[in-house]
């Protein structure tokens, strides 16, 4: 995964496979996009729900 992502992931509280795996896609990406308003940062959030689904897919393999 890109490196703002895995920093934004671990910012958010999600610091370990088996808690990202333990998601819905809905709940991944209301908490980064939580952590994303707090910072208030502007942008287009970095993970949208095709991104939490491809993420937490990626956290139950423990490729990431």
Do not use: C, W
């Not at 920093?7 to 980064?32: D, F």
């Not at 952590?35 to 689904?53: M, S, V």
């Amino acid at each position: 995964i890109d490196v703002k992502e895995a920093a934004l992931l671990m910012h958010s509280g999600l610091i370990s496979n088996k808690a990202i795996s333990r998601l819905t896609p809905e709940e991944l990406v209301r908490k980064t996009g939580r952590f994303e308003r707090l910072l208030q940062t502007g942008r287009i959030p970095l993970i949208d729900l095709n991104k939490a689904y491809f993420l937490i897919e990626k956290a139950k393999k423990n490729i990431i």
